[in-house]
Nanobody
Framework: QVQLVESGGGLVQAGGSLRLSCAAS????????MGWYRQAPGKQRELVAR???????NYADFVKGRFTISRDDAKNTMYLQMNSLKPEDTAVYYC???????????WGQGTQVTVSS
């Protein structure tokens, strides 16, 4: 069973930075893509950023220029560097991975990010 463990969330003032990490229990080359999603209270879960096995990245418009997704293949870990944080970035951030070999979709437990004004 694949496990994804997020870390790095917390409380930060507007304009500050945080770096989220997502450690996978198996090689990330077994995933077609990995990504970060977020869910704010009362809202639907939404895609923040995604990186494919080939390294192609995609970002939601609301984070372009502020957030950077990356991965360390040797550590089987994906990151989300979040800069210039805004109160509206407050949400639970989830790590996601899509299997290359099946339709399986994996999720982490989520990490809370709170941005104060």
């Amino acid at each position: 069973q694949v496990q994804l463990v997020e870390s790095g969330g917390g409380l930060v003032q507007a304009g500050g930075s945080l770096r989220l990490s997502c450690a996978a229990s198996q090689t990330i080359f077994s995933f077609a893509a990995m990504g970060w999603y977020r869910q704010a209270p009362g809202k639907q879960r939404e895609l923040v950023a995604r990186v494919s096995t080939l390294g192609t990245t995609n970002y939601a418009d609301f984070v372009k220029g502020r957030f950077t997704i990356s991965r360390d293949d040797a550590k089987n870990t994906m990151y989300l560097q979040m800069n210039s944080l805004k109160p509206e970035d407050t949400a639970v951030y989830y790590c996601n991975a899509k299997s290359r070999f099946s339709t399986d979709d994996y999720w982490g437990q989520g990490t809370q990010v709170t941005v104060s004004s």
